[in-house]
Nanobody, 121 residues
Framework: QVQLVESGGGLVQAGGSLRLSCAAS????????IGWCRQAPGKEREFVVA????????LYADTLKGRFTIARDNAKNTVYLQMNDLKPEDTAVYYC??????????????WGQGTPVTVSS
């Protein structure tokens, strides 16, 4: 079992930046892909980015690559999502997720509680 706790969401103007954090704990989270999905109001949850905890290249949603960047701090058991040039359509609840990997939310078995991000125009 993996426990995930997100933080860092909030209100930001279009064009601004935010960094989300996800603190991970559990016996075997180092054997997972860990990353982020998001769910906008009235829409299905969508994949954002994930990375194998032990290393390797991140897997990004094509539409977000270039503005969003994932980073790991293994010493702190924390993964970050740096979001730049935010747009109103980025408004969503952002969830940290861990699982077997892939670009579909269904491929992730462990979820945090979510942190809301609102981008004003």
């Amino acid at each position: 079992q993996v426990q995930l706790v997100e933080s860092g969401g909030g209100l930001v103007q279009a064009g601004g930046s935010l960094r989300l954090s996800c603190a991970a704990s559990g016996r075997t989270f180092s054997s997972y892909y860990i990353g982020w999905c998001r769910q906008a109001p009235g829409k299905e949850r969508e994949f954002v980015v994930a990375v194998w905890w032990s290393g390797g290249s991140p897997l990004y949603a094509d539409t977000l690559k270039g503005r969003f960047t994932i980073a790991r701090d293994n010493a702190k058991n924390t993964v970050y999502l740096q979001m730049n040039d935010l747009k109103p359509e980025d408004t969503a609840v952002y969830y940290c997720a861990a699982g077997s990997g892939g670009n579909q939310p269904e491929q992730y078995e462990n979820w945090g509680q979510g942190t809301p991000v609102t981008v004003s125009s």
